[in-house]
């Protein structure tokens, strides 16, 4: 648990460092805008929940989880 708490921190701190270079690419910005995510604007309301978004993320965590608990 220790070596995935410092890898993660290692990465965060990484992608905090590299933040302005990745904002300003186009690579990224299919997060949120997946098909499966719902985005509804009606007059005075909108409502966005990034469905599919939310399950690849949890794929992702939970590989990674899985890769460093062996």
Request: cysteine-free; overall charge positive.
């Amino acid at each position: 648990m220790q070596r995935f708490l410092i890898v993660a921190g290692i990465a965060l701190l990484a992608i905090g460092l590299a933040w302005p270079w990745i904002s300003q690419s186009s690579w990224w910005r299919w997060i949120g805008r997946l098909p499966g995510d719902f985005h509804v604007e009606r007059e005075g309301f909108t409502f966005h929940f990034p469905l599919m978004t939310s399950i690849i993320a949890s794929v992702i965590v939970t590989l990674l989880f899985w890769i460093f608990r062996r």
